[in-house]
């Protein structure tokens, strides 16, 4: 490298986007992901330790994958080597492992190779790569925002290990905006920043678990405000509304509103009201809110307000909130959606919430001595002989499968905890259990 070289390099790595220059250099500055690289995990342990085997990380973007692969260049003693795979073919991947066996022959230090979107490779490309993998000539590191287990070569996958990368949370991504604006050396620290509370908040609800889209917010936000007149650079939520090109809502995920909309969320979907559920959660989802949080209330009211009136709204849901996991957003917005409306659009019923209620109730108040003999397991040794099981009824023997008996204990005999309602499915069954009953 000549001189010319050596300053065009400062140069470019000084002018950088402030997401580059942030970079972690080492796993102490690494933000997030501690349940695949907090302390004593097996990927911190390899990585500390320089014995890092063939892995593949996978996650959505802005989460740290091409980050985690910096800090491992840095940290190992290996050889790195980098190449993207939406703008190198087959030649570049030959070249690289030419060398990769160059370096090993000469000095006998291993390569790391780090592939940033794995899966744009296609089959042959990711075939040509295989025998390398397989016999320790490079390892690899591979990154994609896809699965891997659908969009990466099986035996590649076979031969890595796979870790999944989560958004970051919304303290993830503050905690990265805050070392943003007071690192001096490779941040706006000498800008002399304020940012509010709720600038700060704002940004990192919107960015969506995205740390670049947060720091690319933040550094447009320093560098187009004009500074105040004590000299400092003020960041309030008009400013970062601007940036992140999103209209701020008074939606605080720890306060009242947030509280007020989820309320009028279960509400609308309890009060048939399908529009209104739809535009209390595109707020929620608008303003950042956890989609699972979302899916688990689709959930609880699908069988607290709908219940066996239409039993296929827990399905509905349950499937909804599968979707989100396996997703994310944007795409579960539509899943959310769906469950929603089917949700609030179902019959309704709560006697599943007043059986259970009910019977807590008596379970905790009413000292029932033990279930009636009849009942009992028959099947252990010298059970007839205490009476278990003895007049007991099988149903399947009798018309319609059923046949009048005993079940409740003697001190709840002729209580009626579940009543069903005339709504949707339980209108069938309560006409069902009325037929039997009375043949």
């Known amino acids: 490298m000549d001189l010319f070289e050596y300053q065009a390099g400062q140069k470019l790595k000084s002018e950088s986007p402030l ?70 073919g087959k030649k570049e991947i030959t070249d690289t492992i030419d060398r990769a066996k160059y370096t090993l022959g000469s000095s006998g230090r291993r390569t790391i190779l780090f592939i940033d ?15 390398y993998v397989e016999d320790g000539t490079v390892v690899l590191i591979g990154a994609t925002t896809e699965n891997p287990y659908f969009e990466v070569n099986k035996a590649l996958v076979s031969r890595s290990i796979i870790f999944q990368l989560k958004p970051l949370t919304v303290d993830n991504i503050k905690t990265i905006i805050m070392r943003a604006v007071t690192d001096k050396e490779r941040g706006m620290g000498s800008f002399n920043v304020r940012i509010d509370k709720d600038a700060l908040e704002f940004m990192a609800n919107t960015s969506n678990g995205d740390a670049r889209i947060a720091l690319n917010a933040i550094e447009l936000a320093v560098l187009t405000t004009d500074r105040e007149s004590d000299g400092s650079i003020h960041i309030d939520i008009r400013t970062a509304e601007q940036c992140i090109q999103k209209r701020a809502l008074n939606y605080d995920r720890d306060g009242d509103n947030h509280y007020d909309t989820i309320s009028a969320f279960i509400k609308s979907m309890r009060g048939s009201d399908p529009d209104a559920a739809v535009y209390y959660l595109a707020k929620m989802i608008y303003a950042g809110e956890d989609p699972k949080f979302i899916a688990r209330r689709i959930v609880i009211c699908a069988s607290e307000d709908v219940g066996n009136a239409n039993p296929m709204a ?25 469950a929603a409306s ?14 259970i209620d009910n019977a807590m109730e008596d379970v905790k108040n009413i000292k029932v001595e033990s279930v009636p003999d009849h009942l ?21 023997d009798f018309p319609n499968n059923y046949v009048e008996q005993q079940y409740l204990p003697d001190e709840l005999v002729g209580k009626k905890y579940y009543v069903l309602s005339d ?16 043949r």
Not at 381 to 387: C, E, Q, S, V
């Open 19 to 88: 997401a580059a220059r942030l970079r972690p250099k080492n796993l102490d500055e690494f933000v997030g992901q501690e349940h695949i690289v907090g302390k004593d995990t097996l990927l911190y342990r390899a990585i500390k330790a320089d014995k890092l085997s063939s892995i593949i990380l996978y996650g959505p973007p802005g989460t740290g994958k091409t980050t985690l692969a910096r800090v491992i260049a840095n940290t190992t003693k290996s050889d790195f080597l980098q190449i993207n795979a939406t703008t190198s």
């Open 117 to 131: 979107e794995i899966h744009r490779f296609n089959k042959t490309q990711q075939d040509t790569l295989l025998p």
């Open 314 to 338: 827990l399905v509905v849901a349950n499937a909804a909130a599968q979707a989100v996991e396996y997703l994310g957003l944007p795409e579960c917005r539509i899943n959310l959606a769906q």
């Open 342 to 355: 089917y949700v609030a659009c179902s019959p309704k019923s709560n006697s599943a919430v007043m059986a």
């Open 376 to 396: 009992k397991d028959s099947h252990y040794p010298g059970a007839a002989k205490m009476g278990h099981g003895i007049g007991y009824k099988y149903a399947h």
């Open 423 to 438: 709504n949707g499915e339980e209108k069938k069954l309560k006409a069902w259990l009325k037929y039997i009953k009375e």
